[in-house]
């Protein structure tokens, strides 16, 4: 009986009963919090290139804090005030190594340094952009709140375990502990967890994908378990063949994403611009009508406009092109920083997995062929990587929040947690900016760089040819048949994504569990409730698992 009145307490409030993102409790513990968030991913992201799923651990912290015995903490056992906090410390890590540091570094590796603080308030100014448009259209026939979200769904049952125990928790604790065993094995059990609540289709495809470019970048069908290749066929293209040395092959990724990018923002097109109708008849399902997505975005893109105009006016760029060339690359930067948000958004969604980099990276390939000069482009590429995966990060925190609050039973109580979770990210962004502004020289002074960011350079320096423009053009038409036919599944989306960021191990995790998941689903629906926190608990134990060796790496990578 106790328990359940617990569960009522910690669980069943009003929309006037949320807690408050700017309470006392909750700010001092939030700015400590965030503080740490972004040292963490500052270090993670130039120490070792990653930054493992900050929601989670967000989240896990939050439940640890709750539980100790101390009266001032006890406020912390309400599960929408371990909402904020995981929103905050996840908000806080995200930006500050992929929004801020990671694209800063771009112009100084290029020899501009002068250009860092410019390149720093306009990737901040368009992180707040990121997630002001990802507030405003979460829960939308775009970006729906019942989506799959999947980091956000395990934040979210990790917190709901602690607090209702019994079954969902062993469960949670089992599929944990599978996590950390498979992760340590070398099997990418986030994945595994993924495609047990993921879409299915989308999950596919980007199973697809992965086991495609892994055969063609390794000549070979090999797994890597225990730190070890096993090759079950090798020399399938001959034993000259090599993936970099063939353009057509190297380009191919990048071809597939523009193909079936262009399509799904035409779909997106189609979408906000349907019959009225129809607009009418969904309006019930979502807390977010397509009205106002239509004005999100319709603002955020001019947003993102003023803000592309602000950094190249502060960093000096209408001084390196001509009048015509500087309004194409102010209108094609806005263009790519929500073109890119919305791909990704679309990605991560469906996945887990966002291509935030493969992404802008495709969009700084056009941006060479349209004729931009290097350091215009690496503003551009800078400022299109800010936007993705703070968007991402985001909406798998109010996924989380949704989850917490009743999955939309309650539609007041869900704006106004989502608000609370809004202006908590902001907060957080805020001490990312603060911390990075402090700490970046620090780091660049060492040569410690993101990886990415030295990706970035180096694309830039080498240029671009006729020959890239053709193996895109060719590769872009069969991924816009793809992502055509799959429709609002986003299969070319996906598939592109696996192109991009896969393996042949992860392709292969992905397609096992699916089939697994088939079976299992078959012989019994109710399984399917089974699955999900299993698959929860996999995702956080892989999550836990990648933080701390990453955390524990840090001391010796150079």
Known sequence: MNDNKDLQTEIKITASEHPKAFSPHILILNLIMCAIGAIIGLELIVRTGVTPNTSIIGALFAIILSR?????????????????????????????ANSLILPIGIPVLMGHPELMFPMLIGVFLATIIDATILYKTFDTEMFPAAGAWPPGVAAAEAILAVVEKGRKAMLLIVGAAGGIVGKWIGIPMDLLGVSWFGDFFAMGALGAGSIVIGIVKTNAISLNLFQRDFVIAGNLFGEGYSFDNVALLKYMPHGIMIGAGIVALIQVGMMLFKRKGKEASNAGKFTTSMSQMKQALGLGYIAYLVVALLLAVISGLVT??????????????????????????????????????????????????????????ALMVGYTSATGPAFSDMAYDLKCGYILRGNGADPELE????????????????????????????????????????????????????????????????????????????????????????????????????????FIVKANKNNEQILTILGAGALAGAA???????????????
């Open 68 to 96: 100790i015995p101390i009266k001032l903490l006890q406020k912390y056992r309400n599960v929408h005030s371990q909402n904020l906090i995981q929103t905050a410390i996840s908000g806080a890590t995200f930006s500050a």
């Open 320 to 377: 390196q092109m001509s009048f015509p060339q500087f309004v194409l690359w102010v209108i094609y930067a806005a263009f790519a920083a929500i073109g890119s948000e919305l791909i990704v958004g679309i990605s991560a969604m469906h996945s887990g997995w966002f291509p935030g980099f493969a992404t802008a990276l495709i969009f700084l390939l056009v941006g060479l062929l349209l004729g931009f000069p290097p350091v215009p482009l």
């Open 415 to 518: 704006k106004a947690g989502r608000k609370q979770q809004y202006l908590s990210e902001i907060l957080a962004f805020t001490v990312a900016f603060v911390m990075v502004a402090i700490l970046a020289h620090k780091y660049f002074d060492q040569g410690l760089f993101a990886p990415v960011a030295q990706t970035f350079a180096t694309t830039i320096e080498a240029g671009t040819s006729s020959e890239v423009a053709k193996c895109l053009i060719i590769w872009a038409f069969p991924g816009a048949l793809i992502q055509f036919i799959g429709g609002k599944k986003q299969i070319g989306i996906l598939f592109a994504t696996g192109l991009l960021v896969g393996s042949t191990v992860n392709g292969v995790t992905i397609i096992v569990a699916l089939v697994i998941r088939y």
């Open 544 to 558: 836990l698992y990648s933080f701390f060796t990453a955390t524990l790496a840090l001391g010796k990578k150079k």
